[in-house]
């Protein structure tokens, strides 16, 4: 969510249910509690921050219910009295009625010396709240923190961190782990900003879930692939399960299209052909005994056309992988789109070669689905990668809408964006996948399952956890994430979807 979807939805829970802000703020400080309390224990020293705003009057709550509980625990005020007010304040004088102490200073280096006995900091000086550069006394009390050995606990964003896209320098707590109220806010999903929140969870405080907002945007999650990933019926035939055809390859770069191809054939594609040049064929058949073959004329090792091919055998489509950049592409992309049937999906270069030719060819009747990483989708909005990695949802969202295309803009969160802007967040993979060929085995997963599932946004979504919970599973067992290699993912498939449905 946005900062402002937050407050929206924080604002009609409080008009239209009956709830008060100081019934939130109490639900909210007593969940992260217990969050926090299964990582604490009460040897321990705790020191909660405490900024001028509602974060702050969570850390409030959070600092009366660990002490309620026997936890060692000692509340810093880092802003000057004036500035706690509203439900902060009424929490406050709650914790001073309880018989406990709130510690402040006008020298931060006093608060500095009490840190350093800290086994635990818990941070909640600055939440949705943030505006512009940090200011004194908090930019102050945020470098110390990052100099300490305690274990750090964020409370719904780690302070200094915007909450949503769009920003470019901020000095921000670097965080352990961060407990995010409610909803986790966007910038938990950037890649200039994640890093600070550590491992995050979420704790939910009681907003009605009927008042939610609609923010077209959803975390997408095990429980809505479980329920969504395509069963194989135990009647079907080859037929019901896709009839694919992947375009790629040149003699200089056959291995990506057979990566593509064989990662389709392990996702339950029901028949394969791949369109690639004559002499690519030989060194990729091997791999590929399930598959068939449209030899396509070439120079040079690269396609020239594709317009010998049989469109009436297929009714999905995967163009680009190892295609090469010297390929007459007008020619091809015109011909894919008059005749392919079905979902079309663009990756590697060919989302280098259909840049200037979407606006012609998206209003087709069947989807076409765009793969790029940032570096690709930069190239096709003309911004730097920087821009990119900065606004992801608003820059995807855009494009898929003005396009009529789903768009996955693939990165360690990758975001999936439907032709009328709704996106879901897909967290699955690691560091092993940030490798060449794992985006072509990504592709082929993706023409599978979109040829097998009723909703291409369903199928684009369980195809990137499937493709990342792979990566995960493999190098928690046998494999690194150094080592892991694209290949290695393709032979991995089969035991994710084996963990995903009966009878796939
Ligand atoms: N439904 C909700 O949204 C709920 C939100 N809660 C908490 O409330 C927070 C939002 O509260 P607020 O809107 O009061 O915002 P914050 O608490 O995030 O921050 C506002 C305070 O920070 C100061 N500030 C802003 N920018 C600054 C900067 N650059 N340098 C130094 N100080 C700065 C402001 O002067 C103000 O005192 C959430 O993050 C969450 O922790 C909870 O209390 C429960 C309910
Ligand atoms: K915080």
Same mark, same amino acid.
């Given at each position: 969510?946005?900062?402002?979807?937050?407050?929206?939805?924080?604002? /009609?829970?409080?008009? /239209?249910?009956?709830?008060?802000?100081?019934?939130?703020?109490?639900?909210?400080?007593?969940?992260?509690?217990?969050?926090?309390?299964?990582?604490?224990?009460?040897?321990?020293? $705790?020191? $909660?921050?405490?900024?001028?705003?509602?974060?702050?009057?969570?850390?409030?709550?959070?600092?009366?219910?660990?002490?309620?509980?026997?936890?060692?625990?000692?509340?810093?005020?880092?802003?000057?009295?004036?500035?706690? @007010?509203?439900?902060?304040?009424?929490? *406050?004088?709650?914790?001073?009625?309880?018989?406990?102490?709130?510690?402040?200073?006008?020298?931060?280096?006093?608060?500095?010396?009490?840190?350093?006995?800290?086994?635990?900091?818990?941070?909640?000086?600055?939440?949705?709240?943030?505006?512009?550069?940090?200011?004194?006394?908090?930019?102050?009390?945020?470098?110390?923190?990052? %100099?300490?050995?305690?274990?750090?606990?964020?409370?719904?964003?780690?302070?200094?961190?915007?909450?949503? %896209?769009?920003?470019?320098?901020?000095?921000?707590?670097?965080?352990?782990?961060?407990?995010?109220?409610?909803?986790?806010?966007?910038? #938990?999903?950037?890649?200039?900003?994640?890093?600070?929140?550590? *491992?995050? /969870?979420?704790?939910?405080?009681?907003?009605?879930?009927?008042?939610? +907002?609609?923010?077209?945007?959803?975390?997408?999650?095990?429980?809505? #692939?479980?329920?969504?990933? +395509?069963?194989?019926?135990?009647?079907?035939? *080859?037929?019901? @399960?896709?009839?694919?055809? $992947?375009?790629?390859?040149?003699?200089?770069?056959?291995?990506?299209?057979?990566?593509?191809?064989?990662?389709?054939?392990?996702?339950?594609?029901?028949?394969?052909?791949?369109?690639?040049?004559?002499?690519?064929?030989?060194?990729?058949?091997?791999?590929?005994?399930?598959?068939?073959?449209?030899?396509?004329?070439?120079?040079?090792?690269?396609?020239?056309?594709?317009?010998?091919?049989?469109?009436?055998?297929?009714?999905?489509?995967?163009?680009?992988?190892?295609?090469?950049?010297?390929?007459?592409?007008?020619?091809?992309?015109?011909?894919?789109?008059?005749?392919?049937?079905?979902?079309?999906?663009?990756?590697?270069?060919?989302?280098?070669?259909?840049?200037?030719?979407?606006?012609?060819? #998206?209003?087709?009747?069947? +989807?076409?689905?765009?793969?790029?990483?940032?570096?690709?989708?930069?190239? !096709?909005?003309?911004?730097?990668?920087?821009?990119?990695?900065?606004?992801?949802?608003?820059?995807?969202?855009?494009?898929?809408?003005?396009?009529?295309?789903?768009?996955?803009?693939?990165?360690?969160?990758?975001?999936? /964006?439907?032709?009328?802007?709704?996106?879901?967040?897909?967290?699955?993979?690691?560091?092993?996948?940030? *490798?060449?060929?794992?985006?072509?085995?990504?592709?082929?997963?993706?023409?599978?399952?979109?040829?097998?599932?009723?909703?291409?946004?369903?199928?684009?979504?369980?195809?990137?956890?499937?493709?990342?919970?792979? #990566?995960?599973? !493999?190098?928690?067992?046998?494999?690194?994430?150094?080592?892991?290699?694209?290949?290695?993912?393709?032979?991995?498939?089969?035991?994710?979807?084996?963990?995903?449905?009966?009878?796939?």
């Amino acid at each position: 969510m946005t900062a402002q979807e937050m407050y929206d939805w924080d604002q /009609t829970a409080i008009q /239209t249910s009956g709830l008060s802000g100081t019934m939130l703020m109490e639900n909210a400080g007593r969940s992260v509690s217990r969050e926090v309390e299964k990582k604490i224990n009460r040897q321990q020293n $705790v020191i $909660v921050l405490i900024g001028g705003g509602n974060n702050g009057g969570d850390g409030y709550v959070i600092a009366r219910t660990l002490l309620n509980h026997g936890y060692r625990v000692e509340a810093w005020q880092v802003v000057p009295d004036e500035k706690i @007010h509203g439900d902060a304040l009424t929490h *406050k004088e709650i914790f001073l009625q309880s018989g406990y102490v709130v510690r402040h200073t006008e020298d931060v280096s006093v608060l500095g010396k009490d840190m350093q006995q800290a086994d635990v900091i818990i941070d909640c000086m600055l939440g949705i709240g943030i505006k512009g550069k940090l200011r004194s006394p908090i930019s102050e009390v945020v470098e110390l923190v990052n %100099e300490q050995n305690a274990y750090t606990i964020s409370i719904d964003i780690p302070s200094g961190v915007p909450a949503d %896209e769009g920003f470019g320098e901020f000095d921000a707590v670097k965080a352990d782990e961060t407990v995010v109220i409610a909803a986790p806010k966007m910038s #938990a999903f950037l890649e200039s900003t994640s890093y600070y929140y550590g *491992k995050w /969870t979420i704790v939910e405080i009681g907003l009605p879930v009927k008042l939610l +907002p609609n923010p077209r945007r959803q975390l997408w999650t095990k429980r809505d #692939a479980s329920t969504t990933v +395509p069963i194989r019926a135990k009647h079907s035939h *080859k037929g019901s @399960h896709g009839k694919g055809l $992947v375009i790629g390859g040149s003699y200089h770069m056959p291995g990506s299209i057979a990566m593509t191809a064989r990662a389709a054939l392990r996702s339950g594609i029901g028949l394969l052909s791949i369109a690639t040049p004559t002499t690519a064929i030989p060194s990729v058949a091997p791999f590929l005994q399930e598959a068939t073959f449209e030899p396509l004329p070439e120079e040079q090792g690269v396609m020239m056309e594709i317009d010998g091919v049989d469109w009436s055998k297929y009714n999905g489509t995967a163009i680009g992988m190892g295609m090469g950049r010297e390929v007459n592409a007008s020619s091809i992309f015109q011909t894919l789109f008059q005749h392919a049937k079905g979902p079309v999906l663009i990756d590697a270069d060919g989302l280098y070669h259909v840049k200037d030719k979407l606006m012609k060819y #998206a209003d087709r009747p069947d +989807p076409v689905i765009l793969t790029p990483h940032p570096g690709e989708f930069a190239h !096709l909005i003309d911004r730097s990668i920087p821009e990119v990695m900065q606004s992801p949802f608003t820059l995807t969202r855009g494009f898929a809408e003005k396009y009529g295309v789903y768009v996955v803009l693939k990165g360690p969160a990758t975001i999936i /964006t439907s032709p009328q802007g709704d996106q879901r967040v897909e967290l699955s993979g690691n560091a092993g996948l940030a *490798k060449g060929g794992s985006g072509d085995v990504l592709s082929g997963v993706l023409l599978a399952l979109t040829l097998q599932s009723k909703s291409v946004f369903d199928a684009l979504a369980n195809g990137c956890m499937i493709h990342g919970l792979t #990566a995960e599973r !493999l190098t928690e067992n046998h494999h690194s994430t150094t080592g892991l290699l694209a290949s290695d993912l393709i032979e991995g498939l089969s035991e994710t979807f084996r963990t995903f449905s009966v009878s796939m």
